[in-house]
């Protein structure tokens, strides 16, 4: 990924110098200005209706699905998910249960009791699984199933104070 990321830099470099070169060495030239005007103008209508499209298109594609845990929050309901109260406070997690059993739905009802936090939980590889906000006087539903027993990770999300990179805690999850 680090080189990845370098040789672009180095390449976008490239492309800005060409891109300055070019300019210097065509500054001495004088053209005749209506022309490039009026071509400047049609591209920036034909640019105007490309973005529009390519915009327009994938707002219908992609804020269709809003508010993404709409299906999530539906099963729950249904499914008779566990329902678990999560108050985030600096700088600890307080839950009203900490043990879940594989292949059940769980809805984290998530708020906060002073400033913002986050809610992630993580695998036992520390990958994140799923998160959402923790916010005061809002709650946020989160839904969530675990498909393997063991013990998963809470980290908070959001920086939060002094002691933000400690704010965590653990949950197990049993067959
Ligand atoms: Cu709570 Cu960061």
């Given at each position: 990924m680090h080189d990845f990321v370098w040789l672009l830099t180095v390449s976008l470099v490239l492309v800005v110098i060409a891109v300055f070169s070019f300019i210097a060495l065509k500054s001495g030239v004088k053209k005749d200005y209506d022309p490039i005007v009026k071509k400047a103008y049609r591209i920036r209508s034909v640019w105007f209706v490309v973005l529009l499209l390519v915009i327009g298109t994938s707002f219908v594609f992609t804020l269709s699905?809003?508010?993404?845990?709409k299906g999530g929050q539906a099963i729950a309901a249904n499914a008779n998910a566990q329902v678990v109260d999560v108050v985030a406070k600096q700088f600890a997690f307080e839950m009203s249960q900490k043990e879940f059993k594989v292949g059940e739905p769980v809805l984290f009802r998530v708020t906060s009791a002073d400033v913002n936090h986050g809610f992630g939980i993580y695998d036992e590889n520390l990958i994140m699984l799923t998160q959402t906000q923790a916010m005061p006087f809002y709650v946020n539903e989160l839904v969530y199933t675990f498909d393997k027993p063991g013990t998963y990770e809470i980290l908070c999300l959001?920086?939060?104070?002094?002691a933000h990179h400690a704010m965590g805690t653990k949950i197990t999850v049993v067959e």
């Open positions: 699905d809003l508010p993404y845990n959001e920086y939060c104070g002094i």
